[in-house]
């Protein structure tokens, strides 16, 4: 996975006031779902933070342990502005 330097689809402009409000609340939900960042979700949530922070995406896996936790936000959540599911080959 890698950081990506373009949006994954036309990005809703957000202010920082919402950028950090998204950024708790994903932080929330992989922190919920997870009790631990310990291994790859770990590293997935700093790209997935960073990309939020800064109005880029980040490419996951469909059954990433990261993707099945933000699940919860609902599919209309900023989050998936900045996610990059990859097809399976």
């Not at 992989?30 to 109005?55: C, E, H, P, Q, W």
């Not at 990433?64 to 990859?86: C, K, P």
Request: proline residues 4%; glycine residues 8%.
């Amino acid at each position: 996975m890698k950081p990506v330097a373009r949006p994954a689809k036309p990005a809703r402009v957000l202010s920082s006031v919402q950028r950090i409000d998204a950024i708790e609340e994903v932080y929330g939900a992989v922190l919920n779902a997870t009790n631990s960042f310990y291994g790859r979700v770990g590293g997935d949530l700093a790209y997935l933070l960073g990309a939020i922070a800064k109005g880029t995406s980040c490419q996951f896996r469909p059954g990433s342990a990261i993707v099945r936790a933000l699940r919860v936000l609902g599919q209309d959540h900023v989050v998936w502005d900045h996610i990059t599911i990859e097809r399976d080959e």
